[in-house]
């Protein structure tokens, strides 16, 4: 799969180039599910953590990286699918919510890691703002991760 690739060929050089560290670590699981919650600075962020980590994470990803047209688009979407992301609708519109909810069990019921941000989309001056209520304690409790 596309993201081992890409684990290899852009974490390996973050890891020299920027020496990110996680705080916390000792508390993600060798294996079987758990839920990586994060606050949300850049785009880059969903490039670090995975790279300091020995297990895939699974992200959900704003929908619009799967659905905007021409061939930004299309490379984007290809890149998103191919390293295993998975779309959310923000919009607010009726059973989105629930939809994220779903992908989120779906991932944590394969013992994988699910990685999200709370917030709902990036914080530009670094505070940590209100996350989407709801939703992550929801996937936490079906799941029991």
């Known amino acids: 799969m596309l993201y081992g690739t890409m684990k290899v060929a852009i974490g390996g050089p973050l890891k020299v180039a920027f020496r990110p560290w996680v705080e916390g670590l000792e508390n993600i699981p060798a294996d ?5 919650a994060s606050n949300h600075l ?15 994470v699974t992200f959900i ?5 799967f659905t905007t047209p021409g061939v930004k688009g299309r490379l984007t979407a290809a890149f998103f699918k191919g390293v295993g992301q ?3 609708d923000r919009s607010g519109a009726r059973g989105a919510g629930e939809a994220a909810i779903r992908s989120g069990l779906d991932v944590l019921e394969r013992g994988e890691l699910f990685g999200i941000y709370p917030e709902g ?9 209100r996350g989407k209520p709801g939703g992550l304690a929801r996937v936490a409790l079906a799941s029991g991760a």
């Open 86 to 88: 998975l779309p959310v």
């Open 121 to 129: 989309t990036r914080s530009p001056d670094g505070r940590l703002y």
């Open 42 to 56: 850049s785009f880059s962020d969903s490039f670090f953590l995975p790279a300091v980590l020995d297990r895939k």
């Open 61 to 65: 990803a704003k929908a619009e990286y």
């Open 32 to 36: 079987g599910p758990a839920i990586l």
